[in-house]
């Protein structure tokens, strides 16, 4: 008999005051009593509604039976047939509008957790069974990987596990990409995304840093003079998007990769760190996505006072998850809804050789209402006519989405790409040139960790595949 | 890991070293920068190429000792090695075309200013060199440059060396005698390269500017080197690091480089205490 309790097992959490001065995760993850009572929870409904909801297929209510049983290594061997990154996603995905958004015990009640059982399993599994993988026999065949974010690791990891010699560069001097620039410490521990790196070097996977594609090396080098049979881009969305409005070259004005960035990967946050940061006292993030989250609850950690959301929708529009939003209310953070600036005012401090030169000082809001659904769906924000206020702030940090980085597309010849840089490629990750694989938000535009891993799952078997029918 | 080839003091101050990266000596051009990191947990520094040997790998790194990554740097030896060295990163300067040109080098921008010279010279380019330095004392690549140029003025602030006075001395008289130029080429404090285009905004002479901003990626992901140029907002780091310096926002670049100003000094100053130690 299923457990019919209506509510998940509630996710052990640091208490809110006291996460919101520290960098340590947020949520503890279940124990393994909570785990095997929650896994009860689940139906076991013939048709999987849950399944089709996961863009990499996990055999959800295969892994829950086995965490049931109490055979959790067992429930982590079902998870990796279908997901290279277990640990991560359990934590980051937005299972609300995925798997859980379609299982049958949320019509009545609340679904089952599954991400939360995700990230139990993935965790016992590393703490208990730390073995790094094999590396399988080789196949001699050479392939590359640019990018080493979610969809790269994951391509890399499938297409390393089918013998492929797999390369993977990396631009920054660390692998990872959004994993450890973008998502904090708090929510996402680096040591995790480290372990998974690992892993795939065990695999035998080769992952070179410091080499900025399009620069130091060109795809068609690549191909031409390195040998790679087929090639996989996974750059991202690293290009972030400004207002255009006065002021937002300020000093205390950041995007929230640099802000992140300079938190995460340079690790700011730490007292002894030899990469500067705003230690500011009142902070507006504009924006209201996962990444407007991230970057107020680690302003608040940082030790502001105040840390506003200035997001031109209503908090029912707000992108980001549900769980996010609610962690950063418990955190203090003030959701400034319906707002939208419109100009960053600077210091009135003239002289330029003053220290406050330059500055933010506060910003010029204008108040919006909701009109017709635009072409998004979501209702277009309107400016209500005379409703300009002030905010008085020394640091605005603008959290207004990315696109995809346009180094590869201007140094690769005959690379189709859209409107905003996305590259062009079809439901196989195909480009407009042959051999040439894209997936993950560099194709998509800004989007989520796990969508990129599809995309990277996808790529990897047409990139066997297309090597294969070449060599046949 | 990068290693430290040769290593050479240019004068109290400026350090220059050879750093074997074979795949970026072979494709960076003139103008171009890289990123290092000293060590682990070090933080990133854009450094100008100053010059590359395609054919032994190494490029040559030129830097003047200002804060604490680039004191730990210069505590680097021979043989050492650092962490990390990405490049080359920004649009190379455009040198084709261009017949009659002068150069104008700052301080240590003259390390920038040399393999801008260099490859003009070699490309067939009547070069006129205006070097500025505080003093005698740190005067740097004077030789160089001569080789290069058909005309070569040294200004020193204190005339310890040279002809006393600023770049711009030198550069408004020839200007002022109708003597014109393809291009003005400025390379050095952003206090200079502002005073530079000042002059030949006068008299509508081409000025180009080589910004060095305050950056962490470089390669257009964090927007921390933006800069006002024409009135619309550029990354130095993938747009430039090259502008017209007539359409260059210097007292914005000015006041964005200072963002850490209290930050770093405290930095360098526990980085000088800790070497002091350790020199002891």
Same mark, same amino acid.
């Given at each position: 008999m299923p457990n019919m309790r209506a509510t998940k097992n509630p996710m052990p959490s640091q208490d809110p005051n006291v996460r919101n001065k520290n960098f340590n995760e947020v949520t503890l993850g279940y124990t393994a009593e909570m785990a095997v009572d929650e896994a009860q929870r689940c139906l076991h409904c013939k048709n999987k509604p849950c399944v089709s909801g996961c863009p990499v297929n996990i055999q959800i209510p295969e892994f829950i039976a086995k965490v049931a049983e109490g055979d959790f290594e067992g429930a982590y061997q079902v998870i990796s047939l279908s997901s290279s990154l277990p640990a991560v996603c359990g934590r980051?995905?937005?299972?609300?509008?995925?798997?859980?958004?379609?299982?049958?015990?949320?019509?009545?009640?609340?679904?089952?957790?599954?991400?939360?059982?995700?990230?139990?399993?993935?965790?016992y599994h590393n703490e208990h069974n730390a073995l790094p993988p094999k590396a399988p026999e080789k196949n001699g065949h050479k392939v590359a990987v640019i990018g080493s974010g979610p969809a790269g690791l994951t391509c890399a990891g499938d297409l390393a596990k089918m013998g492929y010699d797999v390369t993977v560069y990396e631009a920054l001097h660390l692998a990872g990409g959004v994993l450890v620039y973008g998502i904090p410490e708090f929510r996402l521990p680096k040591a995790i995304v480290q372990k998974e790196v690992d892993n795939l070097k065990a695999l035998g996977v080769k992952v070179e840093t410091d080499m900025v594609i399009g620069r130091i090396l060109t795809i068609e080098e690549l191909k031409e003079e390195y040998g790679y049979e087929s090639i996989f881009i996974g750059t991202g969305a690293g290009l972030p998007r400004f207002m255009n409005i006065p002021g937002e070259n300020l000093k205390g004005v950041y995007s929230a990769n640099e802000f992140l960035t300079r938190s995460n990967l340079m690790k700011a946050y730490r007292e002894d760190s030899a990469t500067p940061i705003q230690h500011a006292k009142r902070v507006a993030v504009v924006g209201g996505g996962n990444v407007a989250m991230d970057a107020a609850r680690t302003a608040k950690r940082l030790g502001a006072e105040e840390v506003y959301i200035v997001y031109r929708r209503g908090m029912e529009e707000l992108p980001a998850r549900k769980e996010e939003v609610e962690h950063a209310q418990?955190?203090?953070?003030?959701?400034?809804?319906?707002?939208?600036?419109?100009?960053?005012?600077?210091?009135?401090?003239?002289?330029?050789r003053d220290p406050a030169y330059g500055w933010v000082k506060g910003i010029r809001?204008?108040?919006?209402?909701?009109?017709?659904?635009?072409?998004?769906?979501?209702?277009?924000?309107i400016v209500k006519e005379g409703s300009e206020f002030e905010l008085d702030m020394d640091c605005v940090i603008m959290a207004l989405g990315t696109s995809p980085n346009p180094l590869i597309k201007s140094t690769t010849p005959g690379l189709e790409t859209k409107r905003r840089g996305e590259i062009v490629a079809d439901e196989n990750g195909l480009t407009s040139i042959e051999g040439v694989y894209a997936g993950g938000d560099a194709v998509t535009g800004a989007a989520t960790v796990i969508l990129a891993m599809g995309a990277g799952k996808t790529a990897a078997a047409a990139m066997d595949a297309y090597i294969k029918g070449k060599n046949a | 890991m990068y290693k430290i080839v040769r290593k050479k003091s240019l004068n109290p101050t400026v350090t220059l070293m050879d750093i074997e990266a074979p795949l970026v000596a072979k494709k960076a051009k003139a103008g171009q920068f890289i990123i290092l990191r000293v060590d682990?947990?070090?933080?990133?520094?854009?450094? /100008?190429?100053? $010059?590359?040997?395609? *054919? =032994? #790998?190494? %490029? +040559?790194?030129?830097?003047?000792?200002?804060?604490?990554?680039? &004191?730990?740097?210069?505590?680097?030896?021979?043989?050492?090695?650092?962490?990390?060295?990405?490049?080359?990163?920004?649009?190379?300067?455009?040198?084709?075309?261009?017949?009659?040109?002068?150069?104008?080098?700052?301080?240590?921008?003259?390390?920038?200013?040399?393999p801008v010279a260099r490859e003009l010279h070699k490309l067939g380019a009547e070069v006129t060199t205006i070097a500025g330095f505080r003093n005698k004392d740190l005067v740097i690549l004077e030789d160089e440059f001569k080789a290069c140029s058909s005309r070569f003025i040294m200004m /020193?602030?204190? $005339?310890?060396?040279? *002809? =006393? #006075?600023? %770049? +711009?001395?030198?550069?408004?008289?020839?200007?002022?005698?109708? &003597?014109?130029?393809?291009?003005?080429?400025?390379?050095?404090?952003?206090?200079?390269?502002?005073?530079v285009c000042l002059t030949t905004k006068e008299y509508d002479q081409k000025t180009v500017v080589s910004m060095n901003p305050i950056m962490i990626d470089g390669t257009g992901m964090c927007g921390g080197c933006r800069l006002t140029v024409g009135g619309e907002t550029k990354f130095?780091?993938?747009?430039?690091?090259?502008?017209?310096?007539?359409?260059?926002?210097?007292?914005?670049?000015?006041?964005?480089?200072?963002?850490?100003?209290?930050?770093?000094?405290?930095?360098?100053?526990?980085a000088c205490n800790l070497f002091k130690k350790e020199v002891r």
């Open positions: 980051v995905c937005p299972q609300e509008n995925q798997c859980e958004g379609k299982c049958v015990r949320g019509i009545k009640g609340e679904p089952v957790g599954i991400g939360r059982l995700e990230r139990f399993v993935a965790d418990e955190e203090g953070i003030i959701f400034k809804t319906l707002c939208n600036p419109v100009a960053i005012l600077p210091t009135d401090v003239t002289d330029t809001c204008v108040e919006m209402e909701l009109g017709e659904p635009d072409e998004s769906g979501r209702r277009r924000p | 682990e947990d070090g933080e990133r520094i854009p450094l /100008t190429v100053a $010059g590359c040997d395609p *054919e =032994k #790998g190494t %490029v +040559t790194i030129i830097f003047q000792i200002v804060g604490a990554t680039t &004191e730990k740097l210069n505590h680097k030896e021979e043989g050492d090695s650092l962490q990390d060295f990405v490049g080359p990163l920004g649009m190379p300067t455009k040198v084709e075309g261009l017949k009659k040109v002068c150069v104008i080098g700052g301080g240590v921008g003259c390390a920038i200013a040399l /020193t602030d204190d $005339g310890s060396y040279g *002809e =006393k #006075g600023n %770049v +711009t001395a030198p550069l408004k008289e020839m200007l002022e005698k109708g &003597e014109r130029f393809d291009e003005v080429i400025a390379i050095g404090p952003l206090i200079m390269m502002k005073f130095a780091c993938v747009d430039g690091p090259d502008f017209d310096g007539h359409l260059v926002d210097f007292d914005e670049a000015m006041s964005r480089g200072r963002s850490y100003q209290p930050f770093e000094r405290h930095a360098y100053e526990e």
